[in-house]
């Protein structure tokens, strides 16, 4: 190997190590509300500006719109011997509170939550199993006991779950031509962002969102009245309790929450409330075939590990349990994030 080839793997491993800084230079400029001020401004602003308008220290600010403009969420041009600093179009798209596509509820949580947790990421690896019990003082049957435990939790969990679907919720409900199946039940359907891009498809279908007490809760409220003929709650524990008839299941980002033997448990319940004819649908990301990637896939695994005992699978893993609940006709369909399989009962 030359120098010039070591130099290149040298700074592979340089990104790597900093990966988590390079999470919080991002977070902290979402935090402190550097991409919201300058999508309101419209303008490029000076570092000074910044720092006044945001209330902090102009030499922190102006090293930290720096780091920003190095990851490209910035950009900046000089002007009279002064730097003047404007949103890059990924910062005015997905970085802003307001953003159309805005990512900040997801990061949010990931900052908060993923990002301390990480400690226990060994001791996971370790025992092979989640680490709920090292992150929360109440002991918690699952994750989602253990992070619902406060209203801010169930708030924050559900607005970062949300923020997928601004950008690929109608990829994802059309992949498949779905017209035939009239009454839908979206399973752990959280506060019903994929619900809304399903019913702006299909106009003439309904959807049962069924989650858990809490989120249902906080959901209704939330909900619109337009929306409210065609898109209905019931509360539940789909693990314990009878689920709803219907023609459709959605499953969007459920299973890779569960270990196999949970996943069975939930789609044999399935299978039997599923209407003749009918069929279930399931969103996630999936691992391609020979495991070599793609990372997000691999990371998104990391953190089912830690905390739910889930994983991300392959198609043939997905296959062989809809096969094994009884469903038929399996296809697969890889979008550009998310994979959407349809199963027939
Ligand atoms: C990873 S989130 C996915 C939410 C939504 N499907 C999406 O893709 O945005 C998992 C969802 O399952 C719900 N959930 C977890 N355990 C549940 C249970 N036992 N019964 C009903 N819903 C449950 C959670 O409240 C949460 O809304």
Redesign the pocket.
Same mark, same amino acid.
């Given at each position: 190997m030359d120098s010039a080839e070591e130099n290149e793997m040298l700074k592979i491993l340089f990104q790597y190590q900093h990966g988590f800084i390079i999470s919080k230079i991002m977070f902290t400029a979402c935090e402190l509300g550097v991409f919201d001020l300058l999508l309101e401004s419209g303008d490029t602003l000076s570092s000074a500006a910044i720092a006044e308008r945001l209330g902090t220290c102009h030499l922190g600010m102006e090293r930290l719109l720096e780091a920003c403009v190095g990851l490209k969420l910035l950009r900046m041009e000089r002007k009279d011997n002064e730097g003047l600093y404007g949103n890059t179009d990924l910062s005015n798209l997905c970085l802003a509170k307001s953003s159309p596509k805005s990512q900040y509820c997801y990061m949010k949580l990931q900052s908060e939550q993923l990002y301390p947790n990480l400690q226990y990421l060994a001791d996971a690896v370790r025992e092979g199993n989640a680490q709920i019990q090292s992150m929360y003082v109440t002991p918690s049957k699952?994750i =989602?006991e253990a992070m619902?435990s406060s209203e801010e939790g169930v708030q924050s =969990?559900?607005n970062a779950? !949300?923020t997928?679907?601004s950008i690929y919720g109608q990829e994802m409900m059309s992949a498949f031509d779905l017209s035939c199946f009239p009454a839908v039940c !979206?399973?752990?359907?959280?506060s019903g962002?994929?619900a809304k891009e399903y019913i702006s498809l299909y106009p003439n279908a309904t959807v049962t969102i =069924? !989650?858990?007490p809490k989120?249902v809760k906080r959901a209704k409220k939330q909900f619109v009245t337009s929306e409210e003929c065609q898109i209905s709650f019931q509360e539940? !524990? =789909?693990?314990?309790d009878s689920i709803p008839e219907a023609d459709l299941y959605?499953?969007?980002?459920?299973f890779?929450?569960w270990d196999d033997d949970t996943c069975m448990q939930l789609l044999t319940k399935v299978h039997k409330a599923c209407k003749p004819g009918g069929g279930l649908l399931l969103?996630e990301l999936t691992l391609d075939e020979d495991r070599s990637g793609p990372l997000e896939a691999h990371i998104r695994s990391i953190m089912m590990l830690l905390f739910n005992n889930g994983r991300e699978r392959t198609f043939s893993e997905y296959n062989a349990l809809l096969s094994a609940g009884g469903f038929k006709e399996i296809q697969f369909k890889k979008k550009s994030f998310y994979s959407a399989i349809l199963g027939r009962k």
């Open positions: 699952d =989602f619902y =969990f559900s779950m !949300d997928a679907w !979206d399973l752990g359907g959280g962002a994929l =069924f !989650d858990l989120v539940g !524990d =789909f693990l314990k959605i499953l969007a980002r459920i890779h929450d969103v």
